[in-house]
DNA sequence: CCTTGCCTATATCGGTCCTATATATACGCG
DNA sequence: CGCGTATATATAGGACCGATATAGGCAAGG
């Protein structure tokens, strides 16, 4: 599933810049389960106007760069409906917090404190951001999407908020085994 | 934190060779939340044993390529140790999946119960994977990652099935509503 | 018996994608 | 008034994945 296919859902949202795509990437609803850059955003807007899937309305702007506005057309629905129901790669996570943390015993402790209180306050802050969303009104897959984003990282914030102190503190753990 | 750091860290748990180490990527300790491919790994083997960071022992075979086997050097463990302690980018979920759902409404109702299915299939294996890795010896490190691993499958697993019906059914969800 | 497919094992090519940077301007803050 | 941040597009360079090539072993099944 390459970047065209991201950018046509988007754009099957709403008419969008692609300066607006990346926005909904970094902090929409798909931010939690998508990425994309500039880099691959611009050249497939590029590439799906030449091919007909959108339109693009150049809006002249007081001393800015234009402001490229994208519109999806009939037949680019038509391809993102066909490009929905190829087959799909599975779901994949890149954590380098928990690589690190497969080292913990080996690293001091106070990185590894710093570490686990970064990644709790990056999930507050994710989980807030998906919360306000369950204001606006959503279809129900992407009601069914953003309630998934929450659950998930409810578990996850709990789950470091209980167990933490089992690699901040992995010699009151074995001394205390040893006591047993 | 290139794929040099994360064979630099597989390698720290025991000698090994490249398709060994793509083996830990695909359904070791490691499979639930990163990731290598063939392309990375090899020439990042050798880049590390150029500078020192690890030693390889070729083991001829009989009618069989030669295995090369890689151990970490002492310099090898400091590099590994300095790596772990440079800042970390944010955790990252790629979900095609998630992706395809945001537009259940507009697909037949047949591709969603599909995805759905196979999505819950795919988790209950991992699921599986995970909790077999709960017999062997792990350091504190290890185990957090693993239970982090599982507590966040079954999250993901209990929603999907207890929310399935509301991408499956749109149509008996919103005439519920109209009769509330 | 013999073909088909999967496992071990290394390696590389093509193409996709991210990171960093360049270019311009506006706006709020201290 | 400078600084950081936001708007907005674009590209070069490099990292990385997916597919393929090579090559033999083993097991299942027709």
């Known amino acids: ?26 902090s929409g609803l798909f931010s939690h389960f998508l990425d994309a850059s500039f880099g691959s955003i611009y050249p ?4 799906l106007t030449d091919e007909g899937s959108l339109t693009c309305t150049s809006q002249q702007q007081e001393r800015r760069p234009d402001k490229k506005i994208y519109s999806i057309t009939p037949a680019g629905r038509e391809a993102l409906k066909r490009r929905l129901q190829q087959p799909i ?29 970064n990644r709790l306050a990056e999930l507050r802050d994710e989980l807030t951001n998906i919360q306000a969303k ?11 999407v953003r309630r998934y ?3 998930v990282m409810e578990a996850s914030l709990n789950f470091i908020r209980d167990n933490r102190h089992l690699v901040e503190n992995p010699m ?9």
Chains 1, 2 share one sequence.
Request: net charge negative; proline share 2%.
């Open 1 to 26: 599933m390459d970047v065209g296919t991201l950018c046509l859902g988007a754009l099957e949202m709403g008419d969008a810049t692609g300066y607006e795509i990346k926005k909904m990437f970094e």
């Open 44 to 47: 497939a807007l590029t590439k």
């Open 89 to 117: 790669s599975g779901d994949r996570l890149k954590s380098e917090f928990l690589f690190v943390m497969l080292f913990a015993d080996a690293l001091p402790q106070e990185t590894v404190t710093t570490l686990l209180t």
């Open 134 to 144: 369950s204001e606006e009104p959503l279809t129900s897959g992407q009601e069914f």
């Open 149 to 151: 984003g929450e659950v």
């Open 172 to 180: 009151t753990t074995r001394a205390l085994e040893n006591v047993r």
